[in-house]
T-cell receptor, first 113, second 112 residues
Framework: KNQVEQSPQSLIILEGKNCTLQ??????????LRWYKQDTGRGPVSLTI?????NTKSNGRYTATLDADTKQSSLHITASQLSDSASYIC????????????FGGGTRLMVKP | SAVISQKPSRDICQRGTSLTIQCQVD?????MFWYRQQPGQSLTLIAT?????????ESGFVIDKFPISRPNLTFSTLTVSNMSPEDSSIYLC?????????FGEGSWLTVV
C-alpha cells in the first residue's frame, strides 16, 4: 500500500530559528515528490517539486531534499518567520496527471516570536 | 500557472440539505479533481471530474452523495447531498497543469 509518513506531527520553534521536516514514503511507481504549505482554512500552495533525478530544490528560505534510494525527503526552513506557521504536506505522485497522489499527514509548524 | 476560484469559501449548512460548490479555473485544463479534508486530517481524493462524461469516483465515494458536473474545461461543481455533521470538511478543487498540481482556496463547510 502506498504510504507517506511525515514527522514530526507538530513542531514549535522560535522566530529566526531553522527547522527540518521529514517525509518517508513507500509509493510505487514514483514520479515526483512535492511539498505544500497549507495555512489554516486555506488550500495548499506548492513549495517545491522534485523528480527522481533531483536531490535538492530551493524556493527562497525553503530547501527540499530527496533521496530516492532511501525514499526519504526533507524540507528545511531557514530563518523562520511568523508567517511560516502552517501545515506542511509531503505529497508523492505516481504520475503527473494529479490523480495518483499520496498525501502525508502533514507537519503542523508554529513559529513563535 | 493556474488561478482557481472556489465558491462558497465558507458556509454553515443544516443537516439534510445539499450544497453545491463551484470551481472556476482561469485556463482550460484537462484534469480537475475534488478533494475532501476533514478536520485535522490530510486530503482525500473524492473524484476526478471528467469533461463530457461521468466523474470517476474513488473508493468510498458515490455519485448519489457527491454528484459532480464538468460542463467545460474551465468549470466544475461538486454537490454534497443530504448533509450530516460528518460531512463537515474543507472541500478543495484541484487541477493539473504541466507537472504542477494547483489547489483552490477550499470551501469550508460546517454542518449543524
Amino acid at each position: 500500500k502506498n504510504q507517506v509518513e511525515q514527522s514530526p506531527q507538530s513542531l514549535i520553534i522560535l522566530e529566526g530559528k531553522n527547522c527540518t521536516l521529514q517525509c518517508n514514503y513507500t509509493v510505487s511507481p514514483f514520479s515526483n515528490l512535492r511539498w505544500y504549505k497549507q495555512d489554516t482554512g486555506r488550500g495548499p500552495v506548492s513549495l517545491t517539486i522534485m523528480t527522481f533525478s533531483e536531490n535538492t530544490k530551493s524556493n527562497g528560505r525553503y530547501t527540499a531534499t530527496l533521496d530516492a534510494d532511501t525514499k526519504q525527503s526533507s524540507l528545511h526552513i531557514t530563518a523562520s518567520q511568523l508567517s511560516d506557521s502552517a501545515s506542511y504536506i509531503c505529497v508523492v505522485s505516481a504520475n503527473n496527471a494529479g490523480n495518483m497522489l499520496t498525501f502525508g499527514g502533514g507537519t503542523r509548524l508554529m513559529v513563535k516570536p | 500557472s493556474a488561478v482557481i476560484s472556489q465558491k462558497p469559501s465558507r458556509d454553515i449548512c443544516q443537516r439534510g440539505t445539499s450544497l453545491t460548490i463551484q470551481c472556476q479555473v482561469d485556463s482550460q485544463v484537462t484534469m480537475m479533481f475534488w478533494y475532501r479534508q476533514q478536520p485535522g486530517q490530510s486530503l482525500t481524493l473524492i473524484a476526478t471530474a471528467n469533461q463530457g462524461s461521468e466523474a470517476t469516483y474513488e473508493s468510498g465515494f458515490v455519485i448519489d452523495k457527491f454528484p459532480i458536473s464538468r460542463p467545460n474545461l474551465t468549470f466544475s461543481t461538486l454537490t454534497v447531498s443530504n448533509m450530516s455533521p460528518e460531512d463537515s470538511s474543507i472541500y478543495l478543487c484541484s487541477v493539473g497543469m504541466g507537472n504542477t498540481i494547483y489547489f483552490g482556496e477550499g470551501s469550508w463547510l460546517t454542518v449543524v
